[in-house]
């Protein structure tokens, strides 16, 4: 199982990022993924999750209305829109299967 993630940056407070990541070693399309993050000096927190077709999607409280997750299936690639985001968003992101397997993460920073 292979995770990589991608686009994380820095970004001002107000802005917005879209996160990819890249899925490989097994079948994508057939597991459902979520977003995990981890911001300085804190916990795990998991952030939103979706079925394996794409079709249900599961978002914590902090999240909704500001992350979309997402997935394209043909392209074994999962996504994550962030908007509005603010600088307790600042925290490196994983993509992740399950609670075993996870990519190396995407460090996000808001800050003006």
């Known amino acids: 199982v292979q995770l990589v993630e991608s686009g994380g940056g820095l970004v001002q407070p107000g802005g917005s990022l879209r996160l990819s990541c890249a899925a490989s070693g097994f079948t994508f399309s057939s597991n459902g993924m979520n977003w995990v993050r981890q911001a300085p000096g804190k916990g795990l927190e998991w952030v939103p999750a979706?079925?394996?077709?794409?079709?249900?999607?599961y978002y914590a409280d902090s999240g909704k209305g500001q992350f979309t997750i997402s997935r394209d299936n043909a392209k074994n690639t999962l996504y994550l829109q962030m908007n509005s985001l603010r600088a307790e968003d600042t925290a490196v992101y994983y993509c992740?299967?399950?609670?075993?397997?996870w990519g190396q993460g995407t460090q996000v920073t808001v800050s003006s």
């Open positions: 992740a299967k399950g609670v075993y397997y």
């Open positions: 979706i079925n394996s077709g794409g079709g249900s999607t």
